[in-house]
């Protein structure tokens, strides 16, 4: 756990005495230093590079003697080093932590810094019920709905389909076998995807009598990407004046009973439509 020193010392005091572990220095050369290498630079100039030095002098951290002319040659005392260990080992020990968990407080101090993040509501993710499944379908596109459809008949994370390859498809025992990895990133666990019937029709329409290459095309004849995928359905869910929670992206426990309702739902809807 960390644990701030008892014996607080500004920074540049800290500085002006971790000069002075090792060596002993004439009082130009800490000044010098505390405005070049630290770029110290008070309003009150010399004045108060002279009261820091005797304030610490007071303090009994360091000693000095008195040299040519005006200047003194300053060294530390064993008070004063016991201060600037302290405080030395606060900040290492802080910073490895700091190295350790850095994600952490990065995130925390971005989070911060934005004010409209603070006052964001928490949004519920969700899956689709089944009467926004059946809306979706109506308003999407073909191609749109040729990849949504079949990831909820099927029970599979819509991303996990971008990457479906035809030569995957094994027709004589009735199952799609996924890539190892989707496209953005995630090792995909369950990759054997068993077919019903209606998946297999859906497949079929994706197809469309190819025999290699990616399984499910968009519009333009060219492979889904993330970006197209969710930028299609938001757009589909704020025109449909769905809630923001709600997602197409998962397979939750939730998802995958929704996902079953959905199936039934687009059976019964097809068999109305013959």
Same mark, same amino acid.
């Given at each position: ?6 014996? +607080? ?7 002006a005495l971790g ?7 004439? /009082?130009?050369?800490?000044? /010098?230093? @505390?405005?070049d290498?630290?770029? &110290? ?6 004045s108060?590079?002279?009261?820091? @030095? ?9 000693? #000095?003697?008195?040299i ?9 005392? !064993?008070?004063g080093?016991s201060? &600037?260990?302290?405080t030395?080992d606060?900040?290492?020990? *802080?910073?490895?932590?700091w190295? $350790?968990?850095?994600?952490i407080? +990065? ?13 964001r ?8 019920t089944?009467? $926004?499944?059946g809306?979706? @379908?109506e %308003? ?10 079949f990831?909820?008949? *099927?029970?599979?994370?819509?991303? /996990?389909l ?9 027709t ?8 190892d !990895? ?9 990759? %054997?995807?068993?077919?019903s019937?209606?998946s297999?029709k859906?497949l /079929?329409?994706?197809?469309a009598?190819r ?6 095309l968009?519009?333009r004849?060219? !492979? &889904?990407?993330?970006?197209?995928? #969710?930028s299609?359905?938001?757009?589909l +869910?704020?025109?449909l004046?769905?809630?923001?929670g709600? #997602?197409i ?6 998802a995958?009973?929704a996902?079953?309702?959905? *199936?039934?739902?687009?059976?019964k *809807? ?5």
């Amino acid at each position: 756990m960390i644990k701030f020193p008892k014996h +607080r010392l500004t920074e540049v005091q800290f500085s002006a005495l971790g000069m002075l572990v090792k060596y002993i220095l004439p /009082d130009q050369i800490i000044r /010098d230093r @505390l405005r070049d290498d630290f770029n &110290w630079s008070p309003d009150s100039g010399v004045s108060a590079e002279y009261h820091l @030095l005797r304030r610490l002098e007071r303090s009994g951290l360091i000693k #000095s003697i008195a040299i040519a002319g005006k200047q003194r040659i300053y060294q530390l005392t !064993e008070k004063g080093y016991s201060y &600037w260990k302290e405080t030395f080992d606060y900040y290492k020990y *802080a910073y490895a932590y700091w190295e $350790e968990s850095r994600n952490i407080h +990065r995130n925390s101090l971005e989070l911060a810094k934005d004010e409209s993040v603070r006052i964001r509501p928490i949004i519920k993710k969700r899956a689709l019920t089944t009467e $926004e499944f059946g809306k979706l @379908l109506e %308003k999407s596109a073909p191609h749109y709905r040729t990849l949504i459809e079949f990831a909820f008949v *099927a029970k599979v994370r819509v991303y /996990d389909l971008i990457n479906a390859r035809i030569e995957a498809i094994n027709t004589e025992k009735g199952y799609l076998r996924l890539e190892d !990895e989707a496209v953005t990133g995630r090792k995909i666990k369950n990759r %054997k995807v068993i077919l019903s019937e209606k998946s297999k029709k859906i497949l /079929d329409e994706a197809i469309a009598g190819r025999t290699k290459g990616l399984i499910f095309l968009n519009s333009r004849g060219t !492979e &889904w990407t993330i970006t197209y995928v #969710s930028s299609e359905f938001r757009k589909l +869910r704020k025109r449909l004046g769905f809630p923001k929670g709600v #997602s197409i992206g998962g397979r939750s426990a939730k998802a995958q009973a929704a996902a079953q309702e959905m *199936a039934q739902a687009v059976a019964k *809807a097809a068999m109305q439509g013959e």
